[in-house]
Nanobody
Framework: QLQLVESGGGLVQPGGSLRLSCAAS????????IGWFRQAPGKEREGVSC????????NYADSVKGRFTISRDNAKNTVYLRMNSLKPEDTAIYYC?????????????????WGQGTQVTVSS
């Protein structure tokens, strides 16, 4: 079964940090660019960050630039999203997705596989 599984979400206080993981099973991530998206209650899903197949190219939404870092370990078939200085407005369900291209943007139709999401709640 081909799937992506996110983990690492939870409840954190403002200013805190979390590291999300996106692990693939049934296929190798080597051939895919990866994107992280999030959806807050009552809002549309939005792109947060993406990384190219090799990891050499990354992109961040303006709202997370300087606070979030995307990385990948192809040997572990896993992509990470390190989130620092978290704010209440970062509260959302976070999804990872895989696109069969060298590099990718936040256009959702380009992505073949999606995880089920992991909840991140930033609250005191």
């Amino acid at each position: 079964q081909l799937q992506l599984v996110e983990s690492g979400g939870g409840l954190v206080q403002p200013g805190g940090s979390l590291r999300l993981s996106c692990a693939a099973s049934g296929f190798t991530l080597d051939y895919y660019a990866i994107g992280w998206f999030r959806q807050a209650p009552g809002k549309e899903r939005e792109g947060v960050s993406c990384i190219s197949r090799s990891g050499g190219n990354t992109n961040y939404a303006d709202s997370v630039k300087g606070r979030f870092t995307i990385s990948r370990d192809n040997a572990k078939n896993t992509v990470y999203l390190r989130m620092n200085s978290l704010k209440p407005e970062d509260t959302a369900i976070y999804y990872c997705a895989a696109a069969p291209y060298y590099t990718v943007d936040y256009v959702e139709r380009r992505y073949n596989y999606w995880g089920q999401g992991t909840q991140v709640t930033v609250s005191s």
